[in-house]
């Protein structure tokens, strides 16, 4: 039977705590899924995810990864990989699946990784108007989960 395909979708493959994580997952995953990784900002976490096999590519806009050229770049990478499911982290990553997946029926986790104090306003009203696109939400600690509560209300996010 073929494996369902998981992309993750990441801002970063920096050094970080939620780069490590995605690259635990990854590892973790390899025997269920067939995995791809979105990533927006290149770093040292790609060369792990390419020594496990997994294939990587690099999300850009058409003049910077804040213009729309992002999300069609990222619908037509996904109309090409074709995912039966993603998963994204970290906020760029996060808001861009939610509007792309929305649009494609393809269900959607979004994890976050920091509190959304330190997002500044104009992403958490992103966040805000995004937030109902995805299939589930997911907070890595009950400080991460409080401060999505504080911020969008109606919501409720398991922790991780």
């Known amino acids: 039977m073929k494996k369902k395909h998981l992309i ?8 970080g705590g939620a780069e490590t ?4 997952l990854v590892q ?7 995995q791809t990784v979105i990533f927006i900002h290149d770093g040292p976490k ?3 995810l390419e020594a496990l096999g997994v294939p990587t590519y690099q999300l850009k806009g058409w003049f910077s990864v804040y213009d ?3 999300l069609i770049n990222l619908y037509v990478l996904f109309k090409k990989l074709r ?3 993603v998963h994204s982290l970290l906020w760029l990553a996060n808001v861009s699946s939610r509007m792309v997946c929305a649009v494609l ?3 959607l986790v979004s994890a976050y990784h920091n509190n959304l104090d330190q997002d500044g306003w104009v ?9 109902s696109l995805a299939r589930q939400l997911v907070a890595v600690s009950p400080e991460v989960a409080e401060s999505i509560h504080k911020f969008i209300p109606s919501v409720r996010v398991p922790i991780t």
């Open 21 to 24: 994580v995605l690259c635990d």
């Open 46 to 48: 790609r060369q792990v």
């Open 105 to 107: 029926g393809i269900p």
């Open 123 to 131: 992403r958490n009203v992103c966040d805000r108007v995004t937030v």
């Open 83 to 85: 995912p039966d499911v």
């Open 68 to 70: 729309p050229g992002l």
């Open 28 to 34: 973790g995953l390899q025997d269920e899924f067939e």
């Open 8 to 15: 993750h979708l990441t801002s970063s493959l920096r050094v």
